[in-house]
């Protein structure tokens, strides 16, 4: 079966230091991956995409980026933190190719909180 | 107009009954429609998924799609109070949409004893 892992779980980070955020799939091969942000009370925000290693699309214009050094690695990260990152970050994955399937799973999340 | 809507509640109802969630979402071509479940702190859990017009059943959750109306509904019978979360709407675009689902900011349930 297929499982999902972020981490780190929760993460307390000053405004302008560095951020890297880590999620790994197993038991599937070429799936498509998600970044998403989730502010307190707001809805699911899509950050980037990826149905491939080093393709990445991005769907909001920040101070984030994303790479996939690995097929079933996603990494998300930032220079320098604003207050505004703050938020629960979650990874999602699902089935690559032309399957049709367009669930997603979601993995257990990172709580950021930038001081 | 939001491209997925959701009242946000909170939605309550009493232990045993049907709670009905509703979700309407914007004149595009779609063809995949999602329910996720997400407790406080959590990440979300899927619920249910429907591709066709009409009901879907597993045990006591139900969902509803009507295309022409654009809405999909859950019901959620013999309401526990495990059930009290919110729940996410989710649309597959066809139309620019590609891999990805939009979702509704979701409503919240709870189920009083």
């Known amino acids: 079966s297929q499982t999902i892992h972020q981490w780190p779980a929760t993460l307390v980070q000053p405004v302008g230091s560095p951020l890297s955020l880590e999620c790994t799939v197993e038991?599937?091969?070429?799936?498509?991956l998600y970044w998403y942000r989730q502010a307190a009370g707001r809805g699911l925000q899509l950050l980037f995409y990826?149905?491939?290693?080093?393709?990445i699309s991005s769907e909001v214009p920040q101070n984030l980026s994303a790479s996939r050094p690995q097929d079933r690695q996603f990494i998300l990260s930032s220079k320098k933190l604003l207050l505004s990152d703050s938020g629960f970050y979650l990874c999602?994955?699902?089935?690559?190719?032309?399957?049709?399937?367009?669930?997603?799973?979601f993995g257990p999340g990172t709580r950021l909180t930038v001081l | 107009q939001k491209e997925v809507e959701q009242n946000s509640g909170p939605l309550s109802v009493p232990e045993g009954a049907i709670a009905s969630l509703n979700c309407t979402y914007s004149?595009?071509?779609?063809?995949?429609f999602f329910w996720y479940r997400q407790y406080s702190g959590k990440s979300p859990e899927l619920i249910m998924s429907?591709?066709?017009?009409g009901d879907k059943e597993d045990g006591r959750f139900t969902a509803q799609l009507n295309k022409a109306s654009q809405y999909v509904s859950l019901l959620i019978r013999d309401s526990q109070p495990s059930d009290s979360a919110t729940y996410l709407c989710?649309?597959?675009?066809?139309?620019?949409?590609?891999?990805?689902?939009?979702f509704g900011t979701g409503t919240q349930l709870k189920v009083e004893l």
């Open positions: 004149d595009r071509v779609s063809q995949s």
């Open positions: 429907i591709y066709s017009n």
């Open positions: 038991g599937t091969s070429n799936p498509n």
């Open positions: 990826s149905v491939g290693i080093g393709q």
């Open positions: 989710a649309v597959n675009f066809i139309t620019g949409g590609g891999n990805k689902l939009t």
């Open positions: 999602a994955w699902s089935v690559g190719g032309t399957s049709g399937s367009f669930t997603q799973y």
